[in-house]
């Protein structure tokens, strides 16, 4: 095995305890004496890789939402034509079975955007980037398929959405007590669309 692929699977190895840990204790909770024990992990091999545990939490966060923007784009690919509460509620519902398939990622998903370390605050916003141009292609879909309000045009719409786009993370977060994943995608879409989309 070469030098390479001996890193890519030791990192590889230590991504999967990492989200484990992160998993099942959150980020305030997790330690790295946790992540080793979980992996069966050298601390030699776990700081030959990483400087602590904001690092390897960074890098969690990196792969869950690069994961889950991969995961959305099949989204894209098909997405719900019944109007654009059904868009949205559809988007919803479909990040929601990501995450059913990965429970330790939807932990690193909280953490980071509804508790996010205020000291990793900037940091995680530049990981986000991934899920923000995907939440810009359904703005730039549901324009081609909603009538806008007498006045406001694609560029305003984008604008707006750009503004909106800092606070969605709170929003989310008061959402995300609630169970109901289509009432959630319905909220959210008159929180963000309202004054720019004609109701239909």
Not at 33 to 47: H, L, T
Request: hydrophobic residues 40%; neutral net charge.
């Amino acid at each position: 095995m070469k030098q390479s692929e001996r890193r890519a699977k030791s990192r590889a190895a230590i991504l999967d305890a990492a989200f484990a840990e992160f998993g099942e204790r959150g980020y305030a909770a997790a330690t790295i004496d946790g992540v080793c024990a979980r992996g069966g992990i050298s601390k030699g091999m776990m700081y030959h890789y990483y400087k602590g545990k904001d690092e390897l939490f960074c890098d969690c966060v990196g792969e869950m939402f690069s994961s889950l923007a991969e995961h959305m784009g099949k989204y894209m690919e098909h997405p719900d034509h019944g109007g654009s509460e059904a868009l949205l509620s559809g988007y919803f519902m479909f990040r929601e079975s990501f995450f059913i398939d990965h429970p330790n990622m939807q932990t690193v998903f909280k953490d980071a955007v509804f508790r996010t370390p205020p000291h990793l605050a900037e940091r995680v916003k530049q990981l986000r980037a991934p899920m923000r141009e995907r939440n810009r292609e359904l703005l730039r879909y549901m324009l081609t398929q909603t009538q806008l309000r007498s006045g406001v045009s694609e560029n305003d719409a984008r604008r707006w959405f750009d503004a909106l786009e800092g606070m969605l993370p709170e929003l989310l977060s008061r959402l995300s007590e609630g169970g109901d994943t289509r009432a959630q995608g319905k909220f959210v879409l008159d929180m963000m669309l309202f004054g720019i989309l004609e109701k239909q």
